[in-house]
């Protein structure tokens, strides 16, 4: 089955650190980008931060964020086990929220496969 | 960047057809065809209904189709039924942070 594998759900308190993973399996991606997105109870969908797997030397110009989380997260990957990572250094309890990640093949503008979600609670 | 303006919420009977719009800016709706629509039923992961403005991938019901003029993309779903309701976000590419989500809407089937 092709499907974008999520780590588990996370409790934390505020000022800890945090990393959460999304690993793609059961299909060899062709160059895919790979996002993720914040959904707080409730409410809608928020781009985060893309980075391109595609990439021989992953660098600034294969990763964009969205202006809104610059700085507070970081996105990284492992193409070579088709994986992105989003790490927080210092949570708050505003980051209380589902995080997905999605996948869109390179010159496609589309993300039609999603990870299960991965639930992160930051209270004190 | 502010996400695109859906309604709230939408809602129709059961046979019905309904229409949701999507508007957006000359940066993103306007600028591109790359216009795609996600529906997301209570606690499961978004799932791609259209992408490039009025493309179905592969298993989604005919049901659902969508389209663009100007600034403003649409989603309509006809023959109403029940497991139609969810909600919608609207996605488009951007010059800006690469791509941007509707505000969403809510469907109600009656």
């Known amino acids: 089955e092709v499907q974008l594998l999520q780590s588990g759900a996370e409790v934390k308190k505020p000022g800890e650190s945090l990393q959460i993973s999304c690993q793609g399996s059961?299909?060899?991606?062709?160059?895919?980008?790979i996002a993720w997105v914040r959904q707080v109870s409730g409410k809608g969908l928020e781009w985060m931060a893309f980075?391109?797997?595609?990439?021989?030397?992953?660098?600034?110009?294969?990763?964009r964020y969205n202006p809104s989380f610059r700085g507070l997260v970081t996105i990284s990957a492992d193409k070579s086990i088709t994986s992105a990572y989003l790490q927080w250094s210092s949570l708050r309890a505003s980051d209380t929220a589902m995080y997905y990640c999605?996948?869109?093949?390179?010159?496609?503008?589309?993300?039609?496969?999603w990870g299960h979600g991965t639930l992160v609670t930051v209270s004190s | 960047q502010s996400a695109l303006t859906q309604p709230a919420s939408v809602s129709g009977s059961p046979g019905q057809s309904i229409t949701i719009s999507c508007t957006g800016t000359?940066?993103?709706?306007?600028?591109?065809?790359?216009v795609s629509w996600y529906q997301q039923h209570p606690g499961k992961a978004p799932k791609l209904l259209i992408y490039?403005?009025?493309i179905r991938p592969s298993g989604v019901s005919y049901r659902f189709s969508g389209s663009k003029s100007g600034n403003t993309a649409s989603l309509t779903i006809s023959g109403l039924q029940a497991e139609d309701e969810a909600d919608y976000f609207c996605?488009?590419?951007?010059?800006?942070?690469?791509?941007?989500f509707g505000s969403g809407t809510k469907v109600t089937v009656l």
């Open positions: 999605a996948l869109a093949e390179h010159g496609t503008a589309f993300w039609h496969l």
């Open positions: 059961g299909y060899s991606f062709s160059n895919p980008w």
């Open positions: 980075i391109y797997l595609g990439a021989s030397n992953i660098g600034d110009s294969t990763i």
């Open positions: 000359s940066s993103d709706v306007g600028a591109y065809n790359y």
């Open positions: 490039d403005v009025n």
């Open positions: 996605n488009s590419y951007t010059t800006g942070t690469i791509y941007v």
